[in-house]
């Protein structure tokens, strides 16, 4: 083995530049990992030359460096096919004192060690690309007769005892750490024939992280049920539960989520931070007239407030935002939620519970005798429970909830859908709200940057800008660095369009269906608009308005 250093041979070969490997070992110090790997997932360099720097550092020869056509599986006395794929480790050649392995990782010391001390001969590596891995991959053949599905009741202790050994807490609880270290709010575990793949959900977009081998498969997915509170021995069937951690001192829930797949049970995990939180609409990087318009909607005694968007689209932290700011010593709030995300000081949360029947309808009509001055209900999912909150509003309670469709006007086409009567609604729905969440520029990167002619012509900046002259333009790129992990992004941050349902936008919906979902034609800042002023502050770009709006 060699002990040239790895970013001096990148250079040494004009790769990369010093500057880009000295930001890669700041950000390897910080968060841990290779820096070829950080350089890797920075884009600074490609996967063939992580590979060649690596052979030249390591004096390990290349797979592609042989020219063979083709290989042949090479079954080995006493080792399963399984260990190999399991490990990525494919022996194809063999001699008297050496057997010839391709893999991806030189560092695979034990499996090095078990092989070698089984068949008593060196192990030779030759480090492959990931379109020679799938190769391999793909023409071994896994003698996986087992029914995935076929888990004995009996078995569960079994799989109990699985489930509490050391190294599987380990690298579960390891990967907890390392998602809430990079603000994860999402981890998948993804089944698949040959083991599972982790994945990360950070500011909205899904990372890979790792692999698992398919010889701990069963063990991780019987430790996410155990901790979970699911019935182990149960998978034919998907299942929730929740799950507490402490962390570094800070508490969290999670909600985890099981559904049966072709090859075994997949999870998903979403990370809830348990403590209190102190939001307010001033804190959310809404606009000034956005925000004066919440203020002027929520300060109505009563009526209904609707703000709508997809899942993850923020609208639960708006609304606790909006509830924080409403909080005074004489108001009484009381929210039905399922479940319920964050604790809100001072504010009496309910959590639905409908495998008992206690679901939003019927948490509403309990409420409602406690003498509530407003009302946040999670989501208005059915005709019961929107009538229930229109009858709130009407008899004096401010009613907020949300509703999945895609634009502010859609929520009275949602309701007018599930069956409530427009004169029901005309009477009391107060104001409407629609959002998305787009990936903040990372402000450690984000430099000032000149708005080229053809953008200020497709996304016509200057009749936005005459629109809307509260806003400067400061356009700005942000080409990524150690602290976005070369991405240019990170956080998230609202873009939205509020509207008052007053009685120019009442008027469209008289004959039973609104005729218009363009806001802008009631005087009102569309959510592509707002969105777009935003890329002119340097909040964020073109593309990531483009790709939640749709526009």
Do not use: W
Not at 11 to 37: M, R, W
Not at 159 to 179: D, G, H, R, T, Y
Not at 453 to 462: F, H, L, T
Request: aromatic share 8%.
């Amino acid at each position: 083995m060699g002990i040239k250093l790895f970013g001096e041979i990148l250079i040494k070969n004009g790769v990369c530049q010093e500057k880009e490997v000295e930001e890669a070992l700041s950000f390897q110090k910080e968060i841990g990992g290779k820096i070829g790997t950080v350089l890797l997932n920075s884009g600074v360099i490609s996967e063939i030359q992580l590979l060649q720097a690596l052979s030249e550092q390591l004096e390990v020869d290349l797979y592609s460096s042989l020219k063979l056509d083709d290989f042949e599986i090479l079954e080995l006395e006493g080792i399963p096919s399984s260990f190999f794929i399991n490990n990525k480790i494919f022996p194809f050649k063999e001699t008297k004192e050496e057997i010839f392995v391709a893999v991806d990782d030189i560092f695979k010391i034990d499996a090095f060690s078990f092989i070698s001390s089984q068949l008593n001969k060196e192990i030779k590596p030759y480090l492959l690309y990931s379109d020679e891995l799938r190769q391999f991959e793909n023409k071994y053949e896994l003698d996986n007769s087992q029914d995935i599905f076929d888990v004995d009741e009996d078995e569960s202790e079994k799989l109990k005892e699985l489930a509490s050994e050391a190294p599987v807490i380990k690298l579960v609880n390891n990967f907890f750490a390392k998602a809430i270290k990079a603000r994860v709010s999402d981890i998948h575990y993804e089944s698949y024939k040959n083991g599972i793949k982790v994945r990360f959900r950070v500011d909205g977009k899904l990372q890979d992280v790792e692999s698992i081998p398919l010889n701990m498969k069963l063990a991780i997915i019987a430790r996410l049920k155990l901790i979970s509170k699911m019935n182990i021995s149960e998978n034919r069937l998907p299942q929730d539960g929740r799950i507490s951690l402490k962390i570094a001192g800070q508490e969290f829930d999670v909600r985890s989520s099981s559904v049966p797949t072709a090859f075994g049970e997949s999870f998903v995990l979403r990370l809830l931070g348990k403590q209190s939180i102190s939001y307010s609409l001033a804190g959310l990087d809404f606009f000034e007239d956005s925000m004066e318009l919440l203020t002027k909607i929520s300060a109505k005694p009563n009526g209904i407030f609707l703000t709508t968007g997809p899942t993850g689209s923020g609208k639960t932290t708006t609304l606790y935002s909006l509830l924080n700011d409403l909080h005074t010593e004489d108001t009484k709030i009381i929210t039905v939620e399922d479940p319920v995300e964050y604790e809100l000081h001072g504010i009496s949360q309910i959590q639905v519970r409908a495998d008992i029947g206690f679901n939003f309808s019927n948490a509403l009509r309990s409420i409602l005798r406690q003498d509530p001055d407003i009302i946040m209900i999670g989501e208005i999912r059915d005709l019961e429970t929107a009538q229930i909150a229109v009858q709130a509003a009407l008899t004096g309670h401010l009613v907020i909830s949300t509703l999945h469709t895609n634009s502010a006007l859609g929520a009275i086409t949602r309701l007018l859908d599930m069956g409530v009567d427009y004169f029901l609604l005309k009477s009391s729905v107060v104001g409407l709200m629609a959002q998305r969440l787009v990936r903040r520029s990372c402000p450690h990167c984000n430099q000032a940057a000149e708005l080229s002619a053809v953008d200020r012509e497709k996304y016509k900046i200057d009749a936005l800008l005459k629109k809307y002259s509260f806003v400067e333009l400061n356009y700005t790129h942000s080409p990524g660095c150690s602290e976005c992990n070369g991405s240019g992004y990170l956080g998230r941050l609202p873009i939205s369009e509020v509207a008052e349902f007053d009685d120019t936008i009442k008027e469209v919906f008289e004959d039973g269906h609104a005729t218009e979902d363009d806001l802008s034609k009631f005087g009102y800042r569309t959510m592509y608009e707002d969105g777009l002023l935003k890329v002119l502050q340097g909040k964020t770009t073109f593309s990531e308005i483009v790709s939640v709006t749709n526009e």
